[in-house]
């Protein structure tokens, strides 16, 4: 079993900033691509940031400059460091990690969600 647990999420004025964290846990023998995706209210999920277990980040246009991803592979967490925060960057935001596990085998998972509101 492998789960991914977010936390960090909150409500925050405009121009504030939030931290997400996720953490993998289970039968990992190792994680390899890392990112966040976020799904705005009545909107598609969509790509926020990914980076590689070798430290390669890639972000969507709209938070570059803004956000940043970054990862600690000994504790196997991934992070989002949010600033100048917008409205529009109200959504459920999710980890997702690429993970192989003992038996060899790789698979994507999920994190639950974690809600991000900010207020104008």
């Known amino acids: 079993q492998v789960q991914l647990v977010e936390s960090g999420g909150g409500l925050v004025q405009a121009g504030g900033s939030l931290r997400l964290s996720c953490t993998a846990s289970?039968?990992?023998?190792?994680?390899?691509?890392m990112g966040w995706y976020r799904q705005p209210p009545g909107k598609q999920r969509e790509l926020v940031a990914t980076?590689?277990?070798?430290?390669?980040?890639n972000y969507a246009d709209s938070v570059k400059g803004r956000f940043t991803i970054s990862r600690d592979n000994a504790k196997n967490t991934v992070y989002l460091q949010m600033n100048s925060l917008k409205p529009e960057d109200t959504a459920v935001y999710y980890c997702?990690?690429?993970?192989?596990?003992?038996?060899?085998?790789?698979?994507?998972?999920w994190g639950q969600g974690t809600q991000v509101t900010v207020s104008s």
């Open positions: 997702n990690a690429d993970i192989t596990r003992s038996t060899g085998r790789s698979s994507g998972y």
């Open positions: 289970g039968t990992i023998f190792s994680i390899n691509a």
């Open positions: 980076i590689t277990s070798g430290g390669s980040t």
